[in-house]
Protein backbone atom coordinates (compact mmCIF):
# COMPACT_ATOMS: atom_id res chain seq x y z
CA UNK A 1 0.00 0.00 0.00
CA UNK A 2 3.01 2.20 0.70
CA UNK A 3 5.51 1.56 -2.29
CA UNK A 4 7.94 3.94 -1.43
CA UNK A 5 7.67 3.46 2.73
CA UNK A 6 10.81 3.12 4.77
CA UNK A 7 9.52 2.24 7.76
CA UNK A 8 7.77 -0.97 6.02
CA UNK A 9 11.36 -1.86 4.62
CA UNK A 10 12.66 -1.80 7.93
CA UNK A 11 10.11 -3.95 9.30
CA UNK A 12 10.76 -6.52 6.71
CA UNK A 13 14.32 -6.32 6.71
CA UNK A 14 14.08 -7.15 10.18
CA UNK A 15 11.98 -10.13 9.58
CA UNK A 16 13.74 -11.53 6.87
CA UNK A 17 17.09 -11.32 9.21
CA UNK A 18 14.75 -13.58 12.23
CA UNK A 19 13.94 -16.00 9.46
CA UNK A 20 17.80 -16.63 8.05
CA UNK A 21 16.95 -15.10 5.12
CA UNK A 22 20.14 -12.11 5.16
CA UNK A 23 20.47 -11.48 1.46
CA UNK A 24 16.39 -10.58 1.30
CA UNK A 25 17.32 -8.26 4.44
CA UNK A 26 19.76 -6.31 2.78
CA UNK A 27 17.87 -5.64 -0.33
CA UNK A 28 15.65 -4.35 1.44
CA UNK A 29 17.87 -2.39 3.67
CA UNK A 30 19.13 -1.16 0.48
CA UNK A 31 15.88 0.03 -1.12
CA UNK A 32 14.95 1.69 2.11
CA UNK A 33 18.75 3.95 1.87
CA UNK A 34 17.45 4.57 -1.31
CA UNK A 35 14.15 6.21 -0.34
CA UNK A 36 15.46 7.52 2.45
CA UNK A 37 18.96 8.52 2.88
CA UNK A 38 20.82 8.64 5.91
CA UNK A 39 17.76 6.63 7.97
CA UNK A 40 19.07 4.51 10.59
CA UNK A 41 17.44 2.78 13.23
CA UNK A 42 18.80 4.88 16.39
CA UNK A 43 17.21 7.38 14.68
CA UNK A 44 13.95 5.84 14.13
CA UNK A 45 13.08 5.06 17.56
CA UNK A 46 14.04 8.02 18.88
CA UNK A 47 11.07 9.13 16.66
CA UNK A 48 8.63 7.19 18.01
CA UNK A 49 9.80 7.05 21.35
CA UNK A 50 7.34 5.63 24.23
CA UNK A 51 5.48 4.33 21.15
CA UNK A 52 7.83 1.56 20.81
CA UNK A 53 6.70 -1.44 22.84
CA UNK A 54 7.62 -5.62 23.46
CA UNK A 55 8.14 -5.90 19.02
CA UNK A 56 11.43 -3.68 19.59
CA UNK A 57 14.17 -6.05 21.22
CA UNK A 58 12.58 -8.42 18.17
CA UNK A 59 13.14 -5.72 15.63
CA UNK A 60 16.60 -4.91 16.65
CA UNK A 61 17.78 -8.69 16.44
CA UNK A 62 16.28 -9.03 13.08
CA UNK A 63 18.55 -6.23 12.21
CA UNK A 64 21.51 -7.87 13.94
CA UNK A 65 20.89 -10.88 12.45
CA UNK A 66 21.38 -9.44 8.93
CA UNK A 67 24.62 -7.03 10.27
CA UNK A 68 21.89 -3.96 9.89
CA UNK A 69 22.21 -3.11 13.38
CA UNK A 70 23.29 0.78 12.59
Known amino acids: LSPNS ?23 WAELEEISPGFTLSRYLDMIGSRSGAWEPLLIQGLKNAGLDS
Open 6 to 28: DVTRMFLASICGLTDRVEEARTL
